[in-house]
């Protein structure tokens, strides 16, 4: 290690046995502190009531290689450095000179005047650990001034200019008598599913004033207050370093420190998929059937699949039989419908990485109507028959760096071998924008809703097959052909997206067929 020796002294040292009986018992006197010495004792050995005003100057030498602007340092200390992990007063300036009593608290002296009181031997330290610095040399010149004080607290600080008395016993205390600072600004923390929080910093001690200020980061950091407590306003997501500082009138240097906060966006990502006319051809029964009903025993084999509790309890009679599935009759977005498929994909965005995926697959029920029309009477029955969604590849997601990709494809159990409604949406994270496209069979509709941290981000309603014929045979040749050979792609949109469309705009495709 590297050294320099500046300003060896060659002054008188003053070494009193005894305690200093009043403040004209002696003149103040300059004594050299050997910096190399640490702690310094003086050899001033104070008894109850007394006390001693220490000023200083000069300079001491250390190795300039870690720190900034050269290699001196005056009594004050070094000011650019805000902690030094060894000092012996961690809460005192670095490389300052500090001094206690007896066994009281250290009290930073710096150029002073500062009066220590207390009973035992005048203690002089540079605040650093002696094997950080092991070679300080250089000389400060330090006056010694003894008085005589009252103390009631024995903080080493006169009554008259104490500020907060009855300071508890071993508690480090400014020029004021006031406790000297503490600063902490919490514990490192995430911060999920918003961009607002508290937080915990705290002061132990007397402060004057306090700020927050962000020290690293992808975004603003908008504080609401100085306040330790305060609230705080991310414009990203990501890691940010905010540091909290705190000054105070007890003659310390203002106190720092930092906190790591970690805000995560929870993003909610939700593809449908739905039939949007009102009706779709049932492809086992084409065509209305008609069939006769002899003493109430079924036999046409075409009615096979009516469900038992379905069937009119007509006996000879002749029947035409109609049957079709649900569907939408074009409405949007809004609320879940007959063979309506929705999927939800839910994750954490960091700003870099997506983190705890999960997958919530929401397939609706079918709803298949039975039509039955008496041809000898003219009454009509109608029946529902309820299923569910068959899943035969379930929805499922893939995580790549900053892409997801979703889908999902669904079926009815109501029909043997029906072709799925599916329908895959990708989503890539760029520095500004969530860039979402979709891939679809081309008769479904379909639509994405993207949600962060609670907010509708966008709406996106596309609705492909619009009033195609979906009945008879031409409607199962349009709903085989849209569904097994056609495949569409929209996209890339960026969110955040105002929807293009709405419910409001998707005009129906046919009227309701009138209840019988």
Not at 159 to 179: I, K, M, R, S, Y
Not at 224 to 234: H, K, M
Not at 297 to 306: E, K, M, P, Y
Request: glycine share 12%; with cysteine; net charge negative.
């Amino acid at each position: 290690m590297g050294i320099r020796r500046i300003l060896v002294g060659t002054a008188v040292a003053l070494l009193v046995t005894g305690g200093i009986q009043a403040p004209a018992a002696a003149d103040p006197t300059t004594v050299a502190m050997p910096v190399d010495v640490n702690p310094y004792r003086t050899g001033i050995v104070l008894a109850a009531g007394e006390g001693v005003t220490v000023s200083a100057s000069g300079v001491i030498g250390y190795w300039s290689g870690s720190f900034e602007s050269g290699d001196v340092v005056p009594p004050a200390g070094h000011p650019t450095i805000r902690h030094l992990g060894n000092a012996v007063a961690p809460q005192l300036p670095a490389l300052a000179l500090i001094g206690r009593v007896g066994s009281g608290p250290y009290r930073y002296i710096g150029a002073g005047p500062t009066t220590l009181g207390g009973v035992g031997e005048l203690e002089l330290v540079i605040n650093d650990d002696v094997a950080a610095f092991p070679d300080n040399n250089g000389t400060w010149q330090v006056l010694l001034d003894p008085t005589g004080f009252a103390d009631s607290d024995g903080d080493g600080v006169p009554d008259g200019e104490d500020l907060c008395p009855g300071t508890p016993a071993g508690v480090d205390v400014g020029t004021d008598g006031c406790p000297l600072l503490i600063v902490s600004a919490g514990e490192d923390r995430p911060v999920a599913g918003s961009r607002t929080t508290n937080l915990g910093g705290t002061i132990v001690g007397t402060a004057t004033a306090s700020a927050w200020q962000k020290v690293s980061g992808p975004g603003r950091a908008t504080f609401a207050s100085g306040a330790p407590d305060t609230e705080v306003e991310f414009s990203a997501p990501g890691s940010y370093v905010l540091r909290f500082t705190a000054v105070s009138g007890a003659g310390g240097s203002p106190k720092s420190d930092e906190v790591t906060v970690t805000v995560l966006d929870r993003y909610e990502i939700e593809l449908k998929s739905w039939i949007p006319q009102f009706s779709v051809v049932d492809p086992f029964h084409i065509e209305p059937l008609e069939l006769t009903i002899a003493g109430g025993v079924w036999t046409d084999l075409g009615s096979l699949d009516v469900p038992e509790d379905c069937r009119p309890k007509w006996r000879n009679a002749r029947i035409r039989l109609e049957s079709f599935f649900y569907g939408d009759n074009h409405v949007g977005y809004g609320p879940d419908g007959a063979a309506r498929i929705t999927t939800t994909f839910e994750f954490l965005w960091d700003g870099a990485s997506m983190t705890r995926p999960r997958l919530r697959d929401d397939p609706a029920h079918s709803i298949r109507l039975w039509t039955f029309t008496n041809l000898d009477t003219g009454v009509i029955r109608n029946c529902r028959e309820y299923g569910n969604e068959t899943v035969p590849d379930p929805a499922d997601y893939s995580i790549d760096g900053n892409t997801f990709t979703l889908s999902h494809r669904h079926a009815t159990d109501l029909v043997a071998g029906a072709p799925p409604l599916e329908a895959t949406l990708v989503g890539t994270f760029t520095d500004t924008d969530l860039m979402l496209s979709t891939e679809v069979t081309a008769f479904p509709s379909h639509a994405y809703r993207v949600t962060r941290n609670g907010t509708r981000r966008a709406t996106n309603v596309f609705v492909n097959a619009s009033c195609v014929e979906t009945m008879g045979p031409v409607g199962a040749v349009n709903l085989a052909t849209g569904l097994i050979t056609y495949v569409e792609s929209e996209g890339p949109y960026l969110v955040p997206l105002v929807g293009p469309r709405t419910p409001s705009d998707i005009a129906p495709c046919q009227p309701a067929p009138t209840p019988r």
